[in-house]
């Protein structure tokens, strides 16, 4: 079965960081790019970031460039989400996803909430 | 960034209703574009890739169409287990960006 298991979420305080990590099983994980996504509570979903299959390529969305750092390790079949210098809007359930030719999600994870709070 | 914009925001139909949610995007994008629904607590999943692609396993009720701006998401007789959130999502560039989604409510 193709699945991806996020693990890392959790309560921080403003400033803070955390790691989230997303293990895949189930498929070749190294030949798929990977992202993530994030939903704040009652909100829609956003694009965070973008990794190619060998993780030497990266994307960010604006807000969180500089900030949150994607990375692979593809002997260990995961994905990481460092995420540095967190503020209240970072606040979200964050998705791991695979992105299956011709580019679409699927599958996704089942989702880690990070509440960044004092 | 291409931009993605849905409308409706919400709409509520009936069981058996046929219904029509529309996504356009900022520049073209051709025919990429995919369609996913969300239901509370749960992670989104995939309805239709390409534009009109009917993802396996998906209903047939459910069906895409566009090209380049404008496409369509149709469900051409509501189930109760339709109400859900819908998103449009393009994968033209590597920055995969999502419409701000659909609310399919019971009326």
């Known amino acids: 079965e193709v699945q991806l298991v996020e693990s890392g979420g959790g309560l921080v305080q403003p400033g803070g960081s955390l790691r989230l990590s997303c293990a895949a099983s189930?498929?070749?994980?190294?030949?798929?790019?990977m992202h993530w996504v994030r939903q704040a509570p009652g909100k829609g979903l956003v694009w965070v970031s973008r990794i190619n299959s060998d993780g030497s390529s990266t994307n960010y969305a604006d807000s969180v460039r500089g900030r949150f750092t994607l990375s692979r390790d593809n002997a260990k079949n995961t994905l990481y989400l460092q995420m540095n210098s967190l503020r209240a809007e970072d606040t979200a359930v964050y998705y791991c996803?695979?992105?299956?030719?011709?580019?679409?999600?699927?599958?996704w994870g089942q989702g880690t909430l990070v509440t960044v709070s004092s | 960034d291409i931009q993605m914009t849905q409308s409706p925001s919400s709409l509520s139909a009936s069981v058996g209703d046929r219904v029509t949610i529309t996504c356009r995007a900022s520049q073209s994008i051709s025919g990429y574009l995919n369609w996913y629904q969300q239901k509370p607590g749960k992670a989104p999943n995939v309805l239709i890739y390409?534009?009109?692609s009917l993802q396996s396993g998906v209903p047939s009720r459910f069906s895409g169409s566009g090209s380049g701006t404008d496409f369509t998401l149709t469900i051409s007789s509501l189930q109760r287990e339709d109400f859900a959130t819908y998103y449009c999502?393009?994968?033209?560039?590597?920055?995969?960006?999502f419409g701000q989604g659909t609310k399919l409510e019971i009326k």
């Open positions: 189930g498929f070749t994980f190294s030949n798929y790019w």
């Open positions: 996803a695979r992105d299956a030719p011709p580019g679409l999600f699927d599958p």
């Open positions: 999502q393009q994968s033209y560039t590597t920055v995969r960006t």
């Open positions: 390409a534009a009109s």
